[in-house]
């Protein structure tokens, strides 16, 4: 390569693939890379892109020449689970990534992105633990963006099979709080027959930073997969779920907190996907607003002809904490079958001045009293992933963000 | 069993009668048009509306620039339906005219013209409850009349060419105001186009007891029928007006594109009340807005059970404080209907409150969707929305959707949005079947039961006109 670290840059250079990676991923990621060359930009007309802020899309500059650090907390692991860096995975399990690498189509607006990814990715991790096995411990990855205009582009891909459980936590943050980074991160959950899946991502990036990240989750049947985002991080964030549920008894939660202050700008958009009879869904997502800040909120609830008996449920809370802050919210349905009991939600509303003087009344301050109430109403969301130790590390992060503001 | 049967002959004795009526409006006279736009639109189609009407020049002006907005507007279809595509504007005709003036009296009404509304009923219901009645028929109002003192007090109810050229210091200021011509494609191509439609003034302080009603009934194949309704409450006054419309089936497919505008001024109050009842190939793309002024309250009341595609979201801009605005809809889909429905809310002052609750049937293999917008913008205090929005789906093929859009800012208002999806439960239906009442009864008593909270909010005599239109369209959807 003749190209120096200063004229890199992520979208123009053409990414090139390590030599020693199977002959099929080298062909995928140059045809991905043709994939994102002629995708079309989103544009204002795009309604998955409506209330979003496209200026946030301009990654000119960046490069991705730099291996960032990412560090593995692997528990020990009972026989058979294979837990390795994405990179080594392709080279000793090439068969099972191809199988199941970004299978599903990033239909939420971010087709572009996700072709980006495809092409650049080159870290991450690839978890397979095989039938009837149970990971008790959570594995945990750290992501630390290092560098100003570094991009990463981590992939997590997790297989579980029949009868199998494992939970993993992913983990982005920045080395230092000026330098801007990017990070499009992309992960892959398949929940094999009667399997629990459970994954869990905390976004910290420094307030430079942006940060798109895709899930695709897909749920066998009788498999329970929950996938949790903390989002307290980063200057823009656009988070695209996906769950498909192709089997009877699949059942899929999908939590997230989201905590923006300042100028912060989160963008969530979801789909929850039944595609077989008896499945269920739960969809969760609150957002505590304070400063300038502005989320939006847009889910759709898919059923398919022939998905009758569906439970699928989506509730978005937005908490605004002051006076400047924006809430968009667009929860849908479209509903093709019958026998189906679908509902969704969604409200933005602030504390009332009972509940404060309820607190004050027992001795604690209006300020303590306003925090005390703002992390109740996340928690609820996080203590439906039901994982002690993952629940213990979002409530530090909530806390984190909470004694950053004022 | 027995009981089964004592029931079927009582349904066939009310058949003969239900049938009549189901039938009501697909009927049509041969046309005998003095008038006539010819076939697609272009700039000559306008100019001739105009000389056939002897616009003012700035209504002639008005007509051709919003003809180049509407060549510059793209079909919605990157959210809608693409059904819209199935539209063609250049075999449409738009202007279908008798020429003469609305007739005061019935009598002199010509005679189709005045069977037709006679078969529907407007004459008749004139006499038992409204205070003002027009009837549109194709591009033109055949008859408009309002009780004499109505007409006393000051109140104006004409048609919009009467409006825009014998009122023209009411009529203009409002005009084209709460809806622009560019706020959509069709609202641009009524705006090229318009004819008929209602011209309102209700004086300061005047409350209109009894509702006034427009009839529009289109008799022409491959028609477009584009009516303007303009609605002025003044100061306190208040005022009901229901609109009724059918149409013939045709083979081909008919184009219904109206511009509504209210306005209410402080403390003033307007209900609109509409029944859409048109036959199943009639593309229904309507734009109806109203502004609140301070305290002023717009409702509309939305009922709509025909056509073949409806896209229509009433909205309400509450522009001063404590305006309230609402929107309560029902819309029943059956096999070959898509009711693409829902309600706009815009609030613009401090205090103001708006509530949506919109029901919806799907029925065999129809599709009913909601759509709709809330916007609280910054730096207001105290405003409230609440929407609720409930679809009920009777077979396996129906399909429902719902798209709202929620955006607020600020801390201090309270929005809620609440939807659910159901089916009429199988232990609903068992209950009455052991007492006697057959399945397809039992549906439509459950049916019946599911909207009936919002059918109250109806006028009496079309709440029970309505209650009879969905028993009829959910007939033979069971079993």
Redesign the interface.
Same mark, same amino acid.
């Given at each position: 390569m003749s190209t120096t670290i200063a004229q890199m840059n992520i979208l123009e250079t053409q990414p090139q693939t390590a030599s020693d990676l199977p002959e099929w991923f080298v062909a995928l990621q140059q045809q991905a890379w043709q994939e994102f060359l002629n995708a079309p930009m989103p544009s204002r007309?795009?309604?998955v892109w409506?209330?979003g802020n496209l200026k946030q899309l301009d990654f000119d500059g960046f490069s991705d020449e730099k291996n960032t650090e990412i560090k593995y907390s692997i528990p020990t692991l009972p026989e058979g689970v294979i837990c390795l860096p994405f990179a080594e995975a392709l080279k000793q399990h090439g068969d099972l990534v191809k199988e199941h690498f970004m299978k599903a189509e990033a239909r939420l607006g971010s087709a572009k992105f996700a072709a980006l990814h495809k092409a650049r990715v080159k870290s991450g991790l690839f978890v397979y633990v095989p039938d009837g096995v149970r990971v008790e411990k959570p594995i945990e990855v750290s992501h630390v963006i290092a560098g100003n205009k570094e991009a990463i582009f981590p992939h997590t891909l997790i297989i579980t099979g029949k009868n199998s459980e494992v939970s993993v936590l992913d983990r982005f943050s920045s080395a230092n709080e000026d330098d801007a980074g990017l990070c499009i991160a992309f992960n892959d959950l398949i929940a094999g027959d009667g399997s629990k899946l459970t994954y869990c991502a905390v976004q910290e990036l420094n307030l430079n930073s942006r940060m798109i990240q895709v899930n695709a989750t897909t749920v066998g049947r009788d498999a329970h997969a929950v996938a949790f985002t903390l989002n307290t991080g980063s200057q823009w964030a656009r988070n695209e779920s996906l769950s498909l549920l192709n089997a009877e008894g699949a059942h899929s939660d999908m939590l997230s907190c989201s905590i923006p202050a300042g100028t912060q700008q989160y963008d969530q958009r979801t789909y929850q996907h039944h595609a077989a009879p008896h499945t269920n869904s739960d969809l969760l997502y609150k957002n505590t607003l304070f400063g300038t800040s502005k989320t939006v909120f847009s889910g759709l609830i898919l059923v398919d002809?022939g998905a009758?008996y569906t439970d699928a449920y989506q509730t978005c809370r937005?908490l605004?904490?002051?006076?400047?802050?924006?809430?968009?919210?667009?929860?849908?349905?479209?509903?093709?079958?019958?026998?189906?009991?679908?509902?969704?939600?969604?409200?933005?509303?602030?504390i009332s001045d009972e509940e404060i003087f309820y607190l004050q009344a027992r001795g604690i301050g209006p300020q303590q009293a306003r925090r005390l109430i703002a992390k109740g109403f996340s928690v609820e969301a996080v203590e439906r992933m039901r994982n002690e130790r993952l629940e213990e590390v979002v409530i530090e992060a909530i806390d984190r963000k909470f004694s950053s503001i004022r | 069993m027995s009981y089964d049967t004592t029931i079927d002959t009582i349904d066939q004795e009310t058949q003969e009668a239900i049938d009549i009526d189901r039938t009501k409006g697909d009927f049509s006279y041969p046309e005998k048009h003095k008038y006539d736009a010819g076939v697609g639109l272009s700039e000559d189609t306008i100019n001739y509306i105009s000389d056939v009407k002897n616009d003012p020049d700035w209504v002639r002006a008005f007509r051709l620039k919003a003809y180049e907005t509407f060549l510059s507007k793209p079909m919605p279809t990157?959210?809608a339906t693409e059904d819209l595509n199935n539209i063609h504007f250049d075999k449409i005709r738009y202007y279908l005219a008798d020429g003469q003036k609305p007739m005061r009296n019935w009598e002199d009404v010509p005679p189709e013209v005045l069977e037709t509304f006679e078969r529907l009923g407007v004459p008749e219901q004139e006499r038992a409850f409204l205070a003002g009645v027009e009837a549109q028929y194709d591009s033109e109002t055949a008859y408009s009349s309002v009780k004499e003192e109505l007409e006393k007090d000051g109140v104006i109810f004409v048609n919009s060419t009467e409006g825009l050229k014998e009122h023209e210091e009411v009529f203009r200021p409002w005009f084209g105001k709460v809806i622009p011509t560019g706020d959509n494609k069709f609202s641009a191509l009524n705006s090229a186009v318009f004819s008929g439609g209602s011209f309102i003034y209700i004086p300061k302080g005047l409350k209109v007891k009894h509702p006034l009603q427009a009839y529009f009934r289109i008799n022409s194949e491959n028609f477009g029928q584009f009516e303007r309704t303009l609605i002025i409450a003044d100061e306190g006054a208040e005022v009901m007006y229901m609109e009724g419309c059918t149409a013939p089936k045709f083979e081909s497919t008919t184009l219904h594109s109206a511009v509504v505008e209210l306005v209410a001024m402080k403390g003033a109050k307007i209900q609109y009340v509409t029944v859409q009842n048109w036959s199943s190939n009639v593309f229904n793309l309507v734009t109806k807005r109203g502004i609140a002024h301070e305290d002023a309250e717009v409702r509309w009341i939305d009922c709509n059970i025909g056509s073949r595609l409806t896209m229509k979201y009433p909205g309400v801009v509450m522009k001063g404080e404590r305006a309230r605005g609402e929107v309560i809809s029902i819309a029943l889909a059956n096999s070959g209907q898509h009711q693409d429905t829902g309600a706009k809310m815009i609030h613009a002052a401090n205090n103001t409150t708006s509530n949506v609750v919109s029901k919806s049937i799907s029925v065999g293999e129809g599709r009913a969707t909601y759509r709709g917008q809330v916007l609280i913008p910054?730096h207001l205090k105290g405003c409230k929305n609440n929407t609720e929005c409930d679809?009920l789906?009777i077979?396996?093929?129906?399909?429902?959707?719902?798209?709202?859009?929620?955006?607020?800012?600020?801390?201090?208002? +309270?929005? *809620?949005?609440?939807?659910? +999806?159901? *089916?009429v439960s199988q232990e609903m239906l068992f209950y009455m079947q052991q007492r006697g009442i057959s399945e397809a009864a039992a549906m439509s008593l459950a049916v019946n039961g599911f909207i009936n909270d919002l059918v109250s909010e109806f006028p009496m005599e079309y709440s029970v006109e309505l209650k009879r239109l969905i028993e009829l369209e959910m007939e033979g959807s069971v079993g």
């Open positions: 007309k795009d309604e409506r209330f002809e009758h937005n605004m904490m002051e006076d400047t802050t924006e809430a968009n919210s667009m929860p849908g349905l479209e509903i093709n079958a019958d026998q189906v009991k679908c509902s969704h939600g969604s409200t933005a509303a602030s | 990157n959210w910054k679809a789906m077979n396996a093929t129906s399909k429902t959707d719902t798209y709202p859009a929620i955006t607020v800012r600020g801390n201090q208002h +309270v929005t *809620q949005h609440e939807a659910s +999806v159901s *089916q």
